[in-house]
């Protein structure tokens, strides 16, 4: 399975890196990030690895999720 990533997605990426920096916390920005790549990553060899989207559901794309930390990972094989 190939992984893309959205650019939306990537926007808000880049927003939470930079909300940490700006905070002072730059690192813990950099870390965050590293982690839900390292997790969306995980879905290359395992697709069926989150759970049905119900709040999406009604759009009948198969979306799916995952969580790392308090952040929520929507996905669609």
């Known amino acids: 399975m190939t992984i893309v990533l959205l650019k939306k997605a990537q926007l808000r990426l880049d927003e939470i890196v930079e909300y940490y920096r ?3 916390y730059g690192r813990h920005g950099r870390k965050i990030r590293a982690g839900i790549l390292k997790k969306a990553l995980l879905l290359k060899e395992h697709p069926q690895l989150g759970v049905v989207e119900e709040t999406l559901a009604h759009l009948g794309l198969g979306h799916r999720f995952l969580v ?3 952040y929520k990972i ?4």
């Open 22 to 24: 700006l905070l002072g």
């Open 68 to 70: 790392e930390g308090k």
């Open 74 to 77: 929507i996905y669609r094989i």
